[in-house]
């Protein structure tokens, strides 16, 4: 014991030392460093609780959350606000990343599962240099969430803003694929693999100083039977979760949440659903207790995206223009990653349990999400399914 707690005064100390010997102008992992005040102090006493890793490397890496923007009149110093972006590699999630980086209040984690793929596409956007950090997170697997829960607690960050963003689509596919623990790989990957991730961080999450911390999963109007969209078969719907509670694994399970045979397209739409019925059950278990806004949105068709990467070719040359001229509810990436970066940031949407959709002027208003995707019996029964596949219980 004695040991424990000289350790954990030295790795204090050792906290302290390294936070006060960094001076206003200097750099950590390419950040500029002007100040710490709370963030830092926050850190030290987190250090000081993890014994033994009483590292200078530690020490180090408690020094990000101190990055602070000086304004060009430099009269005001500002703290800059930190969100974890899942699947920030591509398309939405890029394009989100980019708006809320370009107002240089942000530092965004992009959190993606091909590191380099992450690195080339910020760096072809331009993000600004030290604006974000690419962390590995695969939410096909469940292993690397709590990996990447772990990796994300050592770089010492605090956490105002989670977006579960990334998501797969397997529209042609005629047999399952699977995740790693054996669960059809688009359920797997836009549901399970954000349940664990979203429900890990929550405490992270808690712990904000910010007035504004949220927690987003995109949803969608395909999974949304009270839309035209949502009525182009094969139609979202998760009948009675006989598959889910089997554990959606093809062999003595059905792979698709309600039972039925396999289709790709049926599955993105369900895991779509179980995303906002997620939202919703987050919202009444633990808005009033955390203060956490959370928050659901239709960012519009993105027609252009690497969604459609497994489409047939004949699919993605005529989708865009059929959503742009015909239906028109095209929107390019950018806009989508504005409306996005809206959600996360914008004070005026700030309320929780609301699922947001955007005029074609661009204005925004909470929708009505259909009877399946906001009924609360089935929420329920989804968490709780949810927690049992993914080892929560
Ligand atoms: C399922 O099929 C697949 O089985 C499944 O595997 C998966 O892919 C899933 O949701 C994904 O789809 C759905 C199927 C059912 O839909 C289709 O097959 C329709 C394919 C059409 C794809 C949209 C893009 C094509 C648009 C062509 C328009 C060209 C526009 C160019 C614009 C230029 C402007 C200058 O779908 C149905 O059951 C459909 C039933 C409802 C049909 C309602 C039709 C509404 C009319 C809308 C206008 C469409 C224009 C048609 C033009 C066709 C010309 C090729
Ligand atoms: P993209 O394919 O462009 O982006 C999806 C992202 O998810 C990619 O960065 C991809 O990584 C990442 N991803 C996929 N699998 C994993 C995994 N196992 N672990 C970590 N990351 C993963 O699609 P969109 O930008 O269109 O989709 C973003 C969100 O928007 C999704 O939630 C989608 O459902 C939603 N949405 C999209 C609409 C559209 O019209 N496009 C409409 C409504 C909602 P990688 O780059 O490595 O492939
Ligand atoms: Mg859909 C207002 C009409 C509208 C909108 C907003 C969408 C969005 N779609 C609309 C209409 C139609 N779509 C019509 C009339 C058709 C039949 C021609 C149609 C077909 C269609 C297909 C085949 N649409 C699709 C597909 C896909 O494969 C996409 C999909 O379902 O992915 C799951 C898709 C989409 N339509 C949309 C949006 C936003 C998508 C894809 C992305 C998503 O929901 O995340």
């Not at 990334?166 to 995740?179: G, Q």
């Not at 623990?181 to 688009?186: A, C």
Request: charged share 20%; with cysteine; glycine share 8%.
């Amino acid at each position: 014991m004695a040991t424990l707690a000289n350790c954990a005064a030295a790795s204090h100390l050792v906290a302290k030392e390294k936070l006060a010997s960094l001076s206003t102008e200097s750099t950590f992992l390419g950040l500029q460093l002007h100040g710490h005040g709370q963030n830092a102090v926050r850190m030290i006493n987190k250090v000081s609780k993890s014994h033994a890793i009483a590292t200078s490397i530690r020490a180090n890496a408690v020094a990000a959350p101190v990055e602070t923007l000086k304004p060009a009149d430099g009269k005001k110093t500002m703290t800059k606000s930190s969100c974890i972006i899942t699947g920030a590699s591509s398309g939405l999630g890029l394009a989100t990343a980019k708006a809320l980086t370009e107002s240089g209040e942000w530092h965004v984690v992009m959190a993606c599962r091909d590191f380099l793929k992450a690195e080339k596409a910020a760096k072809s956007v331009g993000l600004p240099k030290g604006s974000y950090t690419v962390m590995h997170l695969d939410l096909a697997s469940l292993e690397s969430v709590r990996q990447f829960v772990t990796n994300f607690r050592n770089s010492g960050m605090p956490l105002d803003v989670l977006v579960c963003n990334a998501a797969v689509y397997f529209p042609t596919a005629k047999e399952p694929t699977f995740s790693a623990e054996g669960f059809e790989l688009s359920v797997a990957t836009n549901h399970l693999g954000h349940f664990l991730l979203a429900r890990l961080l929550l405490e992270d999450l808690e712990k904000s100083q910010s007035k504004a911390k949220r927690l987003i999963i995109v949803g969608s109007i395909t999974g949304n039977t009270n839309t035209l969209a949502g009525n182009i078969p094969p139609k979202a719907n998760l009948g009675d979760l006989r598959g889910l509670s089997g554990g959606l694994n093809g062999v003595n399970a059905s792979p698709m949440i309600d039972g039925g045979a396999f289709d790709g397209a049926k599955a993105y739409k369900d895991s779509k659903v179980c995303n906002m019925l997620t939202m919703q059950e987050f919202h009444r278990r633990y808005h009033e207790k955390t203060g956490i806004a959370f928050t659901s949105l239709y960012p519009g068709c993105i027609a252009t995206t690497g969604l459609f990467r497994s489409h047939i070719p004949l699919f993605r040359t005529l989708f865009p223009p059929f959503q742009k001229y015909i239906t028109k509810g095209f929107v390019s990436e950018e806009e989508s990653g504005k409306r996005l970066a809206q959600v996360v940031s914008d004070p005026s949407l700030s309320k929780s349990g609301v699922y947001w959709s955007w005029n074609n002027d661009s204005s925004s208003f909470e929708n009505v999400l259909s009877e399946e995707a906001s009924n609360q019996d089935k929420a329920k029964k989804v968490w709780e399914i949810s927690e049992k596949l993914v080892g929560l219980e």
